[in-house]
């Protein structure tokens, strides 16, 4: 089999997407016109013109701004299905989805809005497509600790449909002992917790996801290896690393793929799988980040078929669904 025909045929878990980052422009501009807001641009060519990115800022002012159009149930469900669509494209079988609740209450829409609309679209993607779900509330850490303990208040009534939470937005600055009482307070309530730390931060914040947020997992993660002592404590733990290449590059995390160090993370023993992050931003789904990576770093199929069993390993499902999984990608040939 050629490696784009594995690349294919790998079924995938997708731990690290968030559900605003998946909103392509022609979905924005059809329902910015049908909710009559208006948005800074003529065409959608001129939005992607505007995806050019030189720092993790740059791109979440402008991921901020295309969230502000989505208003009622409906629209999150169209945002969230359209999403599922590409996922059945790529043969992601199951995925972990963030969401930014806050982004959408500070412009007052209800929390109930938009978990209602989000749900529902992962309801029929079980049902129509096959695709399980899991949701991940994240915390935008450049507001307040106050802010976030407000958002968990307002997310304990659905507590049945979301099963972590999670920390995003402006990394540098905002350090995870930031939110360690709100996580302390999440874990007591029975949420799992993974953290977004060493993107664009450095080693120190993964260090403290681990020892004071106590996460299960870490988003990114890629600038732990500039610490070796941090790079055995996430082997020894087999803590997983949700990577996501194109992210990296168009946010100039990395100047070149050919330089991302996923490859080199994986054989050094860290439990690290491949994501899209914010997908309709940064030029590309799940299949496409493999294909990246798989071009420009010269993965054996030995190694994508570890990086798509690392997925499921490091998912939140039942140990036996992720069994099932593993197993039928070790008999892929
Ligand atoms: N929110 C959406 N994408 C993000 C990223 N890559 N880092 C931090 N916050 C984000
Ligand atoms: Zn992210």
């Not at 969230?67 to 629209?75: F, S, Y």
Request: glycine share 4%; proline share 4%.
């Amino acid at each position: 089999m050629s490696q784009l025909a594995l690349i294919k045929a790998l079924p995938k878990a997708e731990l690290h997407v968030h559900i605003e980052g998946t909103f392509e422009p022609e979905l924005m501009f059809a329902i910015a016109q049908r909710n009559n807001i208006s948005i800074p641009y003529k065409s959608i060519e001129e939005v992607k013109q505007a995806y050019n990115f030189h720092n993790l800022q740059s791109f979440l002012d402008i991921y901020y701004a295309g969230a502000n159009v989505l208003i009622h149930e409906q629209d999150f469900y169209d945002l969230a299905w359209a999403y599922f669509e590409k996922c059945a494209a790529d043969n992601v079988v199951h995925t972990e989805i963030f969401f930014d609740p806050q982004t959408h209450t500070d412009r007052g829409i209800s929390f109930d809005v938009v978990i209602q609309g989000l749900t529902r679209a992962s309801q029929d993607a079980q049902q129509k497509l096959g695709i399980s779900t899991h949701w991940i509330m994240c915390f935008l850490r450049h507001l307040s600790e106050d802010a976030a303990f407000e958002t968990l208040e307002q997310a304990l009534p659905y507590k049945d449909l979301i099963i972590g939470v999670g920390l995003d937005s402006s990394e540098m600055g905002h350090p995870p002992s930031k939110f360690e009482r709100v996580f302390a307070k999440a874990r007591e309530e029975g949420f799992l917790v993974v953290a977004h730390a060493g993107e664009e931060g450095p080693a120190a914040y993964v260090w403290e996801a681990l020892d004071l947020l106590h996460v299960n997992r870490i988003d990114h993660g890629v600038r732990s290896e500039e610490d070796p002592q941090l790079m055995q404590r996430l082997i020894q733990e087999k803590m997983p690393l949700t990577v996501c290449p194109l992210s990296n590059l168009k946010l100039c995390v990395v100047n070149d793929m050919a330089e991302h160090n996923i490859r080199r993370l994986l054989q050094q023993g860290v439990h690290v799988t491949v994501n899209s992050d914010d997908p309709a931003y940064f030029g590309g789904y799940m299949n496409d980040n493999f294909i990246a990576i798989a071009d420009a770093l010269a993965l054996t199929s030995e190694e994508l078929k570890q990086l798509s069993a690392n997925s499921f390993e490091a998912s939140f499902i039942a140990k036996e669904e992720k069994q099932k999984w593993i197993n039928l990608i070790e008999n892929l040939v």
